[in-house]
């Protein structure tokens, strides 16, 4: 199956700043879904894009759906250390026929120094 | 609610062991899915589930199966473990897109095998 590009996959930040990652692929989407998952917990999903263009916020994160179809963005403003985690992107395709089968990013680390 | 859970947390094998993993949810989700999580590759799907008494091959399917014979649950199994099956193993869940919800999978916290 194929894999989203995820970038970067780690960032060492220091407490205040902001951080953004993002997600491309070559193939069309229909959904994109960010999730976060902590040390030795599952992954909880924090922000779900369902139009190309669409643009939302869940506190001090904001996500993008790209116009595209093929890119997605997420971006965490004045971050906090328990911001500490591994983001993952993820995204069902335009082609898919199976049910709501995703296709994962392969995660950016994210470090935050207080 | 408790969501998805898991069980076992933690399951140390030794290589040809046989072991079964089960994964409950009460949000009478119609889908259920199992991945593997190793490091810098992110998750693969192993297999999932429609529906009751249905599944179906994901990404990375041989070595294991899988049942669906409740809606709120799904086994999968582990037949003759090898070391390279050593991994983290997580259940999600969704509702069906037919329902009218989307594509939101919903993850248990984890099991960690090891197969020595």
């Known amino acids: 199956g194929q894999q989203l590009n995820q970038s970067p996959q780690s960032m060492f930040i220091q407490e205040g700043e902001d951080v953004s990652m993002n997600c491309t692929s070559s193939?069309?989407?229909?959904?994109w879904l960010w999730y976060k998952q902590d040390p030795g917990e599952g992954p909880v999903l924090l922000i779900a894009l369902y139009k190309a263009g669409e643009l939302t916020s869940n506190g001090r994160l904001t996500a993008q759906f790209g116009i595209t179809r093929k890119d997605s963005f997420l971006n965490i403003s004045a971050s906090i250390p328990s911001d500490v985690g591994i983001y993952f992107c993820a995204g069902q395709q335009a082609r898919e026929t199976s049910g709501s089968r995703l296709t994962f990013g392969e995660g950016t680390q994210l470090t935050v120094n207080p | 609610n408790a969501g998805v859970t898991q069980t076992p947390k933690f399951r140390v094998l030794k290589t040809g062991q046989s072991m079964t993993l089960l994964c409950a949810q009460d949000?009478?989700?119609?889908?259920m899915y199992w991945y593997r999580q190793d490091p810098g590759m992110g998750l693969r799907l192993i297999h999932y589930?429609?529906?009751?008494?249905?599944?179906a091959k994901g990404e990375v399917p041989d070595g294991y199966n899988v049942s669906r014979l409740k809606k709120q649950n799904f086994l999968l199994g582990l037949e003759s473990a090898a070391p390279s099956q050593t991994s983290v193993y997580f259940c999600?869940?969704?509702?069906?897109?037919?329902?009218?919800?989307?594509?939101?999978?919903?993850f248990g916290p984890g099991t960690r095998l090891t197969v020595t």
């Open positions: 999600a869940s969704s509702y069906s897109i037919h329902s009218g919800g989307l594509y939101e999978q919903y």
């Open positions: 193939s069309i989407f229909n959904t």
């Open positions: 949000m009478n989700h119609e889908y």
């Open positions: 589930s429609v529906g009751e008494g249905t599944t």
